[in-house]
């Protein structure tokens, strides 16, 4: 699982009906939205459920997301092979209701569930299975490759049985474990792209409770319910995702109810929130680590596969002695207790606590890299980066380039901000200069294929199963050729570590799985691509006063939106429907906070009347940067 934008104008009477005509053509946009011919017809009420994020989705076409926030429209709307349970996040049942392995442990028979159907009607057979997992693979799909590399080949050869056959023994096909992240997509529709990487997916045919009905970049997603749902009941008829540009301004629309639910990153703006009246919070643990990541070696790894050297990152970061002394040089402790506010822990290894029993190595005793800049600074001295010039920082050994490095963080994610003073003070003390620059989480992706960074400040939200966040880190996975997408983002490259990883995936015995993934675990700590910082927790706030049943995932205290399944989707409901009185119609139409309805009539009235000036509500469809 991948990675998870308000001002108030003042405009003169002139400006004022281009911005009525604007409010007007939002409306408009959100009220008219394309919907397949088979979805229920739009009413004026529905029962809508509205959370705020400042993060934009990178993709809702799964073939190509890789963001966290991509997940969350996919789990509400695709089943999984085999889902995440509610309490542990280990394997439940969903599309797949049962799994035969074969005794060599390369041919897998599921059988499919046959009560399915797709938001226009038609069913979803095991020929859907077969074909997506055979796209995804065919396609070299972003985060999907990585689940469906060991697949020889799948085949339907009926309407409820999926043989896959894998070229190698594992038990990561078996169901033991939801390792299978793969959402099933209609074959009649995605056969007909030639290009499915390029496919906006919106709307969607979706075999989830709800389908994805409209997106507007920079403003807002909207979900519809699907009426071939065959399952449980939702309580809501529409979901809208309202991005902001910064947390201020999602947390005032959430104290002025304009949205329900926030996601947020600032420990202080979740602690601005607490006490506020009708808003409740959730710290959730969920999967999640931010790291300091290093480029190592884009530029100056030898041409391998696919693989080109590409980029201009610094020599010196192709060194693990840099690498380790740059780990040793923070204190992450520090940033959860200043930066985080408590609402973390430190981190160390790739894989984060909550993850499958067993998994998880963490290192003690002379394993650790400990927070010492004194003994950072001996490590850089003791292997030849010496200030030779006496201007306060070093260079490479024999008077070599200066171990300046550019420093990237994310403009929509303020702890990333607010992390680099602390790391800039800790590396300066080292003798190592930085260069500070913030930039969208969408230029930081092009940075990072192109190979043209050194650090950079971002966060994964891993696999409960390790398998597929360790096979990220292998040569293979780097980006190739300075355009096209790796998920390898420091460009790490052991072929230690990659032998280690495939001997784990064909390594039926599980304490002898766990004991390799654990020597792959200490071996990339030592290398030190990644400064794990810390373990963050997932910060939540919602309003108490209309919607209510939330079930975080993993309980009992995760996520409340349930990004691994569609449990919260079906869950939440209406507080005057819990209880027990008749669900009230929603006061926002087609998602439209009533904020901003006030706003449009406000506009108009200013015309009439001939007043000078306007305010319009910060947020209401701003774009972002």
């Known amino acids: 699982m991948g990675r998870r934008g308000n001002r ?41 459920f509205v959370y705020g994020d400042t993060g934009e989705p990178g993709s809702l076409n799964p073939m190509t997301g890789y963001l966290g926030i991509d997940f969350y429209f996919w789990a509400w709307t695709y089943h999984l092979p085999i889902s995440f349970a509610v309490k542990d996040l280990g394997a439940a049942p969903d599309l797949v209701t049962h799994v035969d392995t074969s005794p060599d442990g390369r041919t897998f028979t599921y059988t499919i569930r046959d009560d399915v159907t797709w938001s226009d009607g038609v069913p979803l057979t095991a020929r859907d299975v077969a074909f997506t997992l055979n796209l995804y693979k065919s396609n070299h799909a972003y985060l999907p490759q990585t689940y469906v590399k060991l697949m020889e080949s799948v085949t339907a050869p009926d309407d409820t049985t999926v043989v896959l056959k894998s070229t190698q023994p594992t038990s990561l096909y078996s169901g033991a474990v939801p390792y299978l992240y793969t ?41 519809e319910r699907n009426k071939y749902w065959t399952g449980p009941d939702p309580h809501i008829d529409e979901i809208i995702l309202r991005i902001y540009k910064n947390e201020d301004a999602e947390a005032e629309a959430l104290k002025q109810g304009e949205i329900d639910f926030g996601y ?37 790894q030898p041409a391998e596969g696919i693989f080109k050297p590409h980029g201009d990152g610094h020599p010196a970061l192709a060194d693990p002695v840099v690498r380790r002394a740059i780990r040793m040089a923070v204190d992450s402790k520090e940033l959860v207790d200043k930066v985080l506010l408590g609402y973390g822990a430190p981190g160390t290894t790739v894989v984060p606590p909550v993850s499958i029993a067993g998994a998880r190595w963490s290192p003690t005793g002379d394993d650790l890299l400990p927070f010492d800049l004194e003994a950072a600074a001996q490590l850089l001295e003791d292997n030849g980066y010496k200030d030779t010039d006496g201007d306060g920082i070093r260079e490479m050994p024999n008077g070599g380039r200066p171990l300046e490095f550019r420093y990237y963080v994310q403009t929509n994610d303020q702890n990333t901000v607010k992390t680099a003073p602390f790391v800039q003070d800790w590396l300066r003390q080292i003798g190592i200069k930085t ?5 969208t989480s969408a230029r930081l992706g092009d940075e990072i294929n192109a190979g043209t960074y050194d650090l950079f400040h971002w966060g994964w939200l891993p696999d409960p199963d390790p398998d597929s966040q360790l096979s990220y880190f292998t040569c293979d996975q780097r980006p190739p050729d300075g355009q ?70 993993p309980a009992p205290h995760g996520d409340l939106l349930d990004g691994y399944s569609r449990d919260a989707a079906l869950n939440i409901r209406p507080v005057s429907a819990a209880a027990g009185g008749v669900a009230s119609e929603s006061t926002r139409a087609r998602g439209i906070p009533a904020g901003l309805w006030v706003g449009i009539v406000a506009a108009v009235i200013v015309v009439i009347g001939g007043i000078a000036l306007v305010r319009r509500r910060s947020g209401a469809a701003e774009e972002r940067e």
């Open 435 to 439: 260069d500070v620059t913030a930039m």
């Open 484 to 553: 096209t997408y790796g998920n390898n983002d420091s460009y790490y490259c052991n072929p230690t570590y990659d032998r280690l990883f495939q001997e784990q995936r064909t390594t039926l015995d599980a304490d002898k799985r766990f004991s390799i993934i654990h020597e792959m675990q200490k071996l990339y700590y030592e290398d030190a691509p990644y400064a794990v910082l810390w373990y963050s927790a997932n910060l939540q706030a919602y309003r108490t006063d209309t919607f209510t049943g939330y079930q975080p995932q």
């Open 183 to 223: 959402y099933i997509l209609p074959e009649h529709v995605w056969s007909k792209l030639s290009q499915p990487k390029n496919y906006d997916n919106v709307p969607s045919v979706s075999s989830g409770p709800f389908y994805i009905a409209e997106y507007q970049r920079g403003q807002f997603v909207r979900l």
């Open 264 to 300: 947020f990153d600032s420990a202080n703006v979740l602690n601005s929130l607490k006490g506020q009246p009708d808003i409740g919070t959730e710290v959730g643990l969920v999967p999640s680590f931010d790291e300091l990541a290093m480029n190592n070696g884009s530029a100056v």
């Open 8 to 48: 108030r104008q003042r405009r003169n009477v002139g400006a004022v009906l281009a911005t009525v005509a604007a409010l007007v053509a939002l409306v408009g946009g959100m009220g008219a939205s394309p919907t397949p011919s088979a979805a229920p017809s739009p009413s004026a009420h529905k029962v809508t």
